[in-house]
């Protein structure tokens, strides 16, 4: 996982799942996860909001302690695809704001 420019988290890579034990204990990956999936919390770690650097590097000591097996919760993020027309229509209605914008961008 990384943090980008933008403050969220996202999966930079997933090794392929193999089914194994280690040391008596069976391995379990529950759902899926893919490259560029947005994070948005790992074992209660809450990273639904943009953070900065000072609070990614205490996040990370935290992940880094947390029991395992981890628990990531992620979220795929959606690609929203406007041709121009409808694109010229919205920007013509006013009333908004990139925020808004921005909070449709992720489910």
């Not at 040391?23 to 919390?41: A, F, L, P, Y």
């Amino acid at each position: 996982i990384s943090r980008h420019t933008d403050g969220y988290v996202r999966v930079l890579s997933v090794t392929p799942y193999r089914s194994s034990s280690v040391m008596g204990k069976e391995r379990v990956r529950e759902g899926d996860i893919h490259e560029g999936d947005v994070v948005r919390e790992v074992s209660d770690v809450d990273l639904r909001m943009p953070i900065d650097s000072a609070v990614w590097k205490l996040t990370v000591g935290l992940i880094k302690m947390a029991p395992r097996p981890l628990k990531f919760v992620v979220a795929r993020e959606l690609q929203i695809l406007v041709d121009e027309d409808e694109e010229e229509g919205r920007s013509n209605c006013g009333g908004g704001d990139d925020d808004d914008a921005e909070a449709y961008s992720m489910r």
